[in-house]
C-alpha cells in the first residue's frame, strides 16, 4: 500500500506486547512518521536509552502515556502519585526533545477514579484541579503540556473521574493554555450532543493538546477497558469530529490508541498497515493538515 | 421491619421473574403502595384486566415503561415503532386512572439507538424529536406525560442516544411540560459534572417526570445492560441528587428499577424486603416528601 498519512502516529499501547524498540522498528519499517508512547516500556529501557531509540529511529513524539491518577486525599498515596507525575513530565521533555522536528511535548492526564470506598465524586473532581495547580508549574518550566483527558463516563468510578470535553476545559482553563490543555479521544466523546460546541471552545482557547482515534464497537466485551475498535469496525463517524478539530485548528499528528485483544494478538507490523488503511478510509479526508 | 417509605415504588423489572398478579401481591404484602409497570407482563393478561387487577390492589402506579425506539427513518419500521407508542400511551392513561390516587400517567420512553448499518448520531437524535412532535397530541389528549429517558452514554450506539439530561430537556423544552418531561435515573447521570444544574433547570420548566434510582456497581458485567446494583453496593452518593430533585420541587413516587442477574434469581418478597431497606437507608433521609 502507498506510504501512511504523515499525520498518523500510532500510540504503542495499540501493538502492546511489542517492545519499544520493536515499536520503533516496526513504525519505521511501515512508513510511519511518529509515534506516541508509554511510560511502562521507556522504563524498561530506561529514559536515556530511550531517547536515543527515539532520535535514532527519526520518529515523531506525538505524546506520552500517561500521567494522572491523582484522585486520593492528602496522603502518601497522593504524593507518589504527583512524584510519578513529576517524573512523567520529566520524561516528556526528554522525548519531545529526542523526537524529530514537530514532536509534541505532550503528557496525557487519565484523572483517576473514586478513592477506595468514596463516594465523593464532587471532591475526587477538586482534587485534580488541586494536583494540577501543583504540577502546571513544573510543566511550564518543562515546556511540556499537561493533557487532561476526559473519559467515558462509563469509567467516572473507577478510572477518570473527568468525563466530558465541556468539564476537561472547564479545568484546564484555570491555567495557562500553554501547560495545561485538553485530548479529544473520538472513543471517549463521540456521544456527546455538546461535542462540536467544546471542541470549537477548546480550538479558540488554544486547549487541544492531543486528537485521538478509535472506534466504539457493539456489544461491548467483558472487559470495558478493552472495549475499542480499529477505525470503521464500530459506530462513529470520524468525519464531522475531525473536522471540528481541523476547524478549531489543531495541526498536530493525529494518534490511534487501540486497546483490544485481538488487535494485541496480531502481528505488530499487520496492526500498524491495517490501522494506516483505516485512518485513510476513515479520518484521513476530513483530518486536520500536517504541521 | 418497618412498613416501607411511602415515596418507594419498586418497578417490576426489579422482580423481572414475577407475574403481574405475583409482582402486585407481593408489593401489597409487604406494605408497599406503588409500583411500575412494563408493557409485556401487562399484555399478558391483557389491558383491561390488568387494570382490574391493579385497582383491586389498592396500589398507585407511578409509570409504564417503556415507550420509544423511534429513531429508525421514515418507513415501516418506524411507522410500526410510532404505532406501538400510541398503544402504550392508552395503557399508560387506563393504567393510571385504576391505581390508587396518587397515580401518574406516565409513559417512559428510550429513545433507541442508532439504526442498523448507520453513524449518523444526529440524525437519530433528530428522529427523536420527530417522533415527540407526531405524538405529544396524542399523549396531551389522553392526559398521559411522556418521559424522555436519558440512558448512559455507553448505551449510545445500540439502545438510546439521548444520552444526558441537558440534552434530554433541549429536547423536551419543545413541548408543553404537561405532556413532555424526563426521567431522572441516578444509574444513568450520577456522572454528569453538570447534573445539579440540569435537575434544577428541569424542576423550573416542571419536567420531572420521574425519579429513578438504583446504584452504579464496579466492575461492570459482561452484559453492561444488567450492570445495576442495589443502593448501597456501588458507588453513587445518592443524598446531593435526592435533595436536587426534592429541591426542584418534584414530590412523586421514587422508583427503583433494577436489572441484576442476581437479584432476578431472588425471592421476590425478599427483593421487595431487601430494597425497601436499601431505600431507607441511602435514600429516604433525602427524599421529597410524600404526596
Given at each position: 500500500?502507498?506510504?501512511?498519512d504523515?499525520?498518523?502516529?500510532?500510540?504503542?499501547?495499540t501493538?502492546?506486547?511489542?517492545s519499544?524498540?520493536?515499536?520503533?522498528?516496526?513504525?519505521?519499517?511501515?512508513?510511519?512518521?511518529?509515534?506516541?508512547l508509554?511510560?511502562?516500556?521507556?522504563?524498561?529501557?530506561?529514559?536515556?536509552?530511550?531517547?536515543?531509540?527515539?532520535a535514532?529511529?527519526?520518529?515523531?513524539?506525538?505524546?506520552l502515556?500517561r500521567?494522572?491518577?491523582?484522585?486520593?486525599?492528602?496522603?502518601?498515596?497522593r504524593?507518589?502519585?504527583?512524584?510519578?507525575?513529576?517524573?512523567?513530565?520529566?520524561e516528556?521533555?526528554?522525548?519531545?526533545?529526542?523526537?524529530?522536528?514537530?514532536?509534541?511535548?505532550?503528557?496525557?492526564?487519565?484523572?483517576?477514579?473514586?478513592p477506595?470506598?468514596s463516594?465523593?465524586?464532587?471532591?475526587a473532581?477538586?482534587?485534580?484541579?488541586?494536583?494540577?495547580?501543583?504540577?502546571?508549574?513544573?510543566?511550564?518550566?518543562?515546556?511540556?503540556?499537561?493533557?487532561?483527558?476526559?473519559?467515558?463516563p462509563m469509567?467516572?468510578?473507577?478510572?477518570?473521574?473527568?468525563?466530558?470535553?465541556?468539564?476537561?476545559l472547564?479545568?484546564?482553563?484555570?491555567?495557562?493554555?500553554?501547560?495545561v490543555?485538553?485530548?479529544?479521544?473520538?472513543?471517549?466523546?463521540?456521544?456527546?450532543?455538546?461535542?462540536l460546541?467544546?471542541i470549537a471552545?477548546?480550538?479558540?482557547?488554544?486547549?487541544?493538546?492531543?486528537y485521538?482515534?478509535c472506534?466504539w464497537?457493539?456489544?461491548?466485551?467483558?472487559?470495558?477497558?478493552?472495549?475499542?475498535?480499529?477505525m470503521?469496525?464500530?459506530?462513529?463517524?470520524?468525519?464531522?469530529?475531525?473536522?471540528?478539530?481541523?476547524?478549531?485548528?489543531?495541526?498536530?499528528d493525529?494518534?490511534?490508541?487501540?486497546f483490544?485483544e485481538?488487535?494485541?494478538a496480531?502481528d505488530?507490523?499487520?496492526?500498524?498497515?491495517?490501522?494506516?488503511?483505516?485512518?485513510?478510509r476513515?479520518?484521513?479526508?476530513?483530518?486536520?493538515?500536517?504541521?
Open positions: 500500500m502507498s506510504r501512511p504523515p499525520r498518523l502516529s500510532i500510540n504503542q499501547a501493538i502492546k506486547y511489542a519499544l524498540a520493536d515499536a520503533l522498528r516496526v513504525m519505521s519499517d511501515s512508513g510511519m512518521q511518529s509515534i506516541g508509554w511510560r511502562e516500556p521507556v522504563a524498561e529501557v530506561g529514559l536515556d536509552r530511550a531517547a536515543r531509540m527515539l535514532d529511529s527519526g520518529l515523531r513524539f506525538s505524546s502515556c500521567g494522572g491518577f491523582f484522585t486520593a486525599p492528602e496522603g502518601a498515596e504524593r507518589a502519585a504527583l512524584d510519578a507525575n513529576r517524573r512523567a513530565i520529566e516528556t521533555a526528554t522525548l519531545a526533545a529526542a523526537g524529530a522536528e514537530g514532536s509534541a511535548a505532550v503528557l496525557v492526564l487519565v484523572a483517576g477514579g473514586l477506595a470506598d463516594r465523593d465524586l464532587v471532591g473532581r477538586e482534587r485534580v484541579v488541586d494536583a494540577l495547580a501543583e504540577l502546571e508549574p513544573e510543566a511550564s518550566a518543562a515546556g511540556v503540556a499537561l493533557a487532561v483527558e476526559p473519559l467515558h469509567y467516572a468510578a473507577d478510572r477518570a473521574v473527568v468525563s466530558t470535553l465541556g468539564q476537561a472547564d479545568i484546564a482553563e484555570r491555567f495557562p493554555a500553554a501547560s490543555g485538553v485530548v479529544v479521544d473520538t472513543f471517549h466523546v463521540w456521544w456527546d450532543p455538546d461535542l460546541r467544546q471552545r477548546a480550538g479558540a482557547g488554544g486547549r487541544i493538546a492531543s485521538q482515534v472506534d464497537v457493539t456489544p461491548l466485551p467483558a472487559d470495558v477497558l478493552l472495549a475499542r475498535g480499529m470503521g469496525d464500530g459506530h462513529i463517524d470520524f468525519a464531522p469530529i475531525t473536522a471540528a478539530v481541523a476547524e478549531a485548528g489543531y495541526t498536530g493525529i494518534e490511534v490508541e487501540i483490544n485481538s488487535i494485541w496480531e505488530p507490523a499487520s496492526v500498524v498497515a491495517r490501522t494506516a488503511e483505516a485512518f485513510e476513515c479520518v484521513g479526508a476530513t483530518a486536520p493538515a500536517a504541521r
